[in-house]
DNA sequence: AATGAATGAGGATTCATTCAT
DNA sequence: GATGAATGAATCCTCATTCAT
C-alpha cells in the first residue's frame, strides 16, 4: 500500500537534509546517501526523485533563495518610505536565519557550483537581478541616475560583509546592515 | 651524485600546474594526476614533494598570497601621500594579473578549502590581517579612531567585488579599485 | 521491493573467498579485488559490507575459531571420563579441516594480523582462553592444583606441532594428537 | 673520494635497521627507506647492496640465525655431561636477546617470509636442521632409539612457547627452559 | 660508492548511479 | 513508491625500483 502524497514531504525532506549535511560538511563533499540517511531514505529514492546530485543540490540553493526572496516581500510590504525599503531589504539580507552557520555555509558552497552547474548559474543571476532590481526601486527616489552605480556597490558590500563572515572573520561593529546603510546614506549625501 | 637542485624547480613548476589546473576546472575538484602531467612530471613525485593534494593546494594559495603581498609592498614603495597608499593597495589589489580567470577562480577555490583546512585557514587569515593593516595604516591620518571601522567596510567592498567578478558578473563601472576609493572618500567627508 | 537478504549470503561468499585467498597465497598480501572476484562480486561490496580489508581478514579468523569452537564442543558432549574429554579436544584441535594448507596458512597469518589489529587480538585471546579453560577443566581431575600448568605446556605444544606443520615440516610421527597425550600422560604420572 | 671498506659497515647497519624497523613495526610491512632512513644511508644504497626488499629480510633473518647458532656452539661448548647440553640448548634457545620484542617480532615475520621466499626457507630449514642434530645428540645417550622423537617434540614445544609469548601471553611459569626440560625429563622416566 | 630524483604500477577506498523486486 | 543490493569507475596515495650523475 503505497503512502499517498510522499512526493512532497520527501523532497522537502531532501533539500533540507542537504542543506544542513553541506553546512554541517563545510563543503561540497557529501554523499547522497547521508543526505537521503538524514533525511530517512534511501539513496535511491533521492535519485528517483531528484535525478541525480547536483539536481539535489540545486534544489536546496532554490529553497534557500525562495526563502530569502519570501523575506525580502513580506519586510518590503510594510515599508513606506523609500528609506524604509532600503532597511528592508537590508534587514532581510542580513536575517539571522542567514547567518546561521550551516545556512552561510552552504550558499558560499553553492556560489561555488555556480560556477560550473548552469541550473546554479541561473538561480545565481535571478538572485542578482532581484536584488539590484530591489536596491534600485528603494534607492531611485534620492539617487536619481544614480541608483544602478550605488546599487551595484551596496550589493557588492553586501557579499562582502557576507563572505567575510563566512571566512570566519569576527562579527563586524556595527551590525552589517547598519555599515551598508551607512554607506549608501555616505554615497548619497556626496552627490 | 644525482641530478641535484630540482626540488625547487619541481615545486614551482607543480604549483604553478595546480593554480593553472585549478583555474581551468572552476574548482578544486582536479586529480593530482592532471596537475602532476600539465607539471610534467609523475604523480608520485607530487605526492613524494608535497605530502599531499590539500599540501599542493595550500601551496599553491601561497603563491599566489605572495604574489599579492609582493605587489602591494612594491606599490607602497613609490607611495607619498595617505592617499597614495590608498590608491596603491587598491591598485595592487584589482590589478589586472588578479583578475586573470585562472587566478581568480584559483582564488575563490581556495576561500572555500580554508573552511576545512588548517593551512589554508592560517593563510588567509594572515591575508586579511595584512590587507587591515596596510589600510589602517593608509587611513590613520585622514580617519583617526574611525580608521579601523573603515578599513573593515573597504575591505569587505574590495572582496565582494571580487566575488562579483568571480561569479560573472558584468565588469563593474566605475573600475572596483575607484569604486572603493569613492566609497572611502565619501566615508571620510562623513565624519 | 528489493532482493533481500543477500546480506548473510555475500558475507558468508567473502569470508570463505577470503579464507581460500589468504590460503592460497600464503600471505596476507590478498588484494581486495581478488578476493571479491572469487565470491563472485565487486570489490565495492566487501567494502560495503565489511567496512575494510582488515575487517574482513577478522571476519574470516572468527569463522574459522568459531569452526573450531564447535568442533570442541561437539566432540566433548560424547566424552565420559575426563581423559576422554583430553582426547575430544585434542581430535579437535588436530581435525583434518584443520590441517587443510589454506586453513592452516591462514591461521598463521591471521597470528600475524593479532598482532597489529584489535579485533583479531582480541579474537586470539578469547581462542587462547577457551582452550587453556577447556583443558584445564579436563586436566582437573587426574592433576589437581597442576592442572592449568599443564594445561600451557600442553597448549603451547599444541601451536608449536601447529606452527612445524605450517613451515612445511615433516608429518610428525606419531599423530601430533597423540603426542601431545602422551606428553600430558607422562607429565601426570611423574607428579 | 670514495671511502674504501665501507660495504661491510653499510651491510652490517642496514642489517640492523632491518631487524630493528621490522620489530618496530610488528609487521613486515617497512618500507626499504624507513630502513634505510633508519641505517643513515640512501634507500638507493639498499639496493645496491642487497639487491632487493626480501633479499634485505634475508639477510636480516640470517644475521639473527648466525647468533643464535652462535649462541649454542659456545653454551655447548662448557657442557659435559648430555644433561648440561640439553641445558645449554635451552638456555641458548630461550636467552633473553631472543626475547627482546623486536627480535621475537622479527622471527615470526621471518617464519612467514620462508613461505614464500626460497632464501628464507632454506634458512629455516637449517635452523630447524641443526637444532634437531642438536638435540639429538644430547639426548641419545639417554634416550637411544627415542631421541629423535623426543627432539621433536621439544622442537615443537620451544615454538609454540615462543610463538605465545609473540603473540602476548603472560610469562610462562616455570621459565621456558625449565618448562621444556621438565617435559624431556618426564618423557625419558616414564619409557 | 652513493645519492637524490623520478617513475609508474598497483591497491584500498569511495560513491554516484542503476536496477530488480 | 521505495528499497537494499550491487557495480565499477575514479582517485589518492604508497613504494620498490631504476638511473643519471
Given at each position: 500500500m503505497p503512502k499517498l502524497g510522499m512526493e512532497p514531504i520527501r523532497r522537502d525532506?531532501?533539500?533540507?537534509?542537504?542543506?544542513?549535511?553541506?553546512g554541517a560538511a563545510g563543503s561540497l563533499?557529501?554523499?547522497?546517501?547521508?543526505?537521503?540517511?538524514?533525511?530517512?531514505?534511501?539513496?535511491?529514492?533521492?535519485?528517483?526523485y531528484f535525478g541525480g546530485k547536483e539536481d539535489l543540490l540545486v534544489a536546496a540553493m532554490r529553497h534557500i533563495l525562495t526563502g530569502y526572496?519570501?523575506?525580502?516581500r513580506s519586510a518590503l510590504e510594510t515599508a513606506?518610505?523609500?528609506r524604509d525599503r532600503l532597511v528592508a531589504i537590508l534587514a532581510a539580507s542580513f536575517s539571522p536565519e542567514h547567518f546561521e552557520p550551516h545556512?552561510?555555509?552552504?550558499?558560499?558552497?553553492?556560489?561555488?557550483?555556480a560556477q560550473t552547474n548552469?541550473?546554479?548559474?541561473?538561480?545565481?543571476?535571478?538572485?542578482?537581478?532581484?536584488?539590484?532590481?530591489?536596491?534600485?526601486?528603494a534607492l531611485r527616489p534620492r539617487a536619481g541616475?544614480?541608483?544602478?552605480e550605488i546599487a551595484e556597490t551596496a550589493a557588492a558590500l553586501i557579499d562582502g560583509l557576507y563572505l567575510r563572515h563566512a571566512l570566519g572573520a569576527r562579527?563586524?561593529?556595527?551590525?552589517p546592515d547598519l555599515r551598508v546603510l551607512a554607506m549608501i546614506d555616505s554615497l548619497l549625501v556626496n552627490a
Open positions: 525532506a531532501l533539500v533540507k537534509a542537504t542543506i544542513a549535511e553541506v563533499d557529501v554523499t547522497v546517501s547521508r543526505i537521503a540517511r538524514r533525511a530517512g531514505v534511501s539513496s535511491g529514492l533521492a535519485h528517483h526572496g519570501a523575506g525580502v513606506v518610505s523609500p545556512v552561510i555555509t552552504a550558499w558560499l558552497q553553492f556560489y561555488l557550483l548552469p541550473g546554479a548559474q541561473r538561480l545565481l543571476r535571478i538572485y542578482h537581478a532581484r536584488l539590484h532590481a530591489n536596491l534600485v526601486h541616475a544614480r541608483a544602478p562579527p563586524a561593529r556595527p551590525a
